[in-house]
């Protein structure tokens, strides 16, 4: 049972660079949310979704694109990093929007340099 | 616009004493709220919860309290505990409203042996 799943959980970019977090969760959620951690700021949310094939924006989308092809994964995707984006990522799941039973991953660390 | 708040960035008690932390929000339309429990590492896990229905939730030595005319609910935990020592996170959610938690920015609560 391994609930939520992120990949990688450490990561350097350098400005400019691309890349995608990978989330994936085996317990048949069809919410799923990517948030970020900042001091001092809290848990913001970046991109959410209710279900397979469907996106939303959340209250710091921008810069960042999600994709939700399969419902069991949830992709967060750095077009061009930036140091702002410096961050710890952690992805979401819930079986419904009723904000009982999210399920968090154990995170991603990412440094843009 | 901060729905919730978390005013005491840290704070920090003597292990068997009671740790109180508070959060406050400003949506009266909010039905549910709940304190979610985060390590350095890992993600954020679910503590306890309120309904808007009550005025107290006790799990153990958990004991969430809600005063709706205040807009203000509290988590105490007694006694405390060295391995309590985390970020405390309040949330709270709408039936009706959007499909996710808001956040406050967190707590971190440190108990001394």
């Known amino acids: 049972n391994a609930g939520v799943t992120q990949t990688p959980k450490f990561r350097v970019l350098k400005t400019g660079q691309s890349m995608t977090l990978l989330c994936a969760q085996d317990?048949?959620?069809?919410?799923m949310y990517w948030y970020r951690q900042d001091p001092g700021m809290g848990l913001r949310l970046i991109h959410y979704?209710?279900?397979?094939?469907?996106?939303a924006k959340g209250e710091v989308p921008d810069g960042y694109n999600v994709s939700r092809l399969k419902k069991q994964n949830f992709l967060l995707g750095l077009e061009s990093a930036a140091p702002s984006q410096t961050s710890v990522y952690f992805c979401?799941?819930?079986?419904?929007?009723?904000?009982?039973?999210?399920?968090f991953g154990s995170g991603t660390r990412l440094t843009v340099v | 616009d901060q729905q919730v708040k978390q005013n005491s960035p840290s704070l920090s008690v003597q292990e068997g004493r009671i740790s109180i932390l508070n959060c406050d929000y400003t949506n009266s339309m909010f039905d549910y709220f709940l304190w979610y429990k985060k390590y350095p590492a890992e993600g954020p896990t679910f503590l306890i919860s309120i309904s808007s229905i009550k005025d107290k939730n006790e799990d153990g030595r958990f004991t969430v309290f809600l005063n709706k005319s205040a807009k203000h609910l509290s988590l105490h935990i007694v006694p405390s505990q060295p391995g309590d020592s985390a970020v405390y996170f309040c949330a709270s959610w709408s039936q009706g409203g959007s499909e996710k938690l808001v956040f406050g920015k967190g707590t971190k609560l440190t108990v001394n042996p």
């Open positions: 979401a799941s819930s079986y419904s929007g009723t904000g009982y039973g999210y399920t």
């Open positions: 317990m048949n959620h069809e919410y």
């Open positions: 979704s209710v279900g397979e094939g469907t996106t």
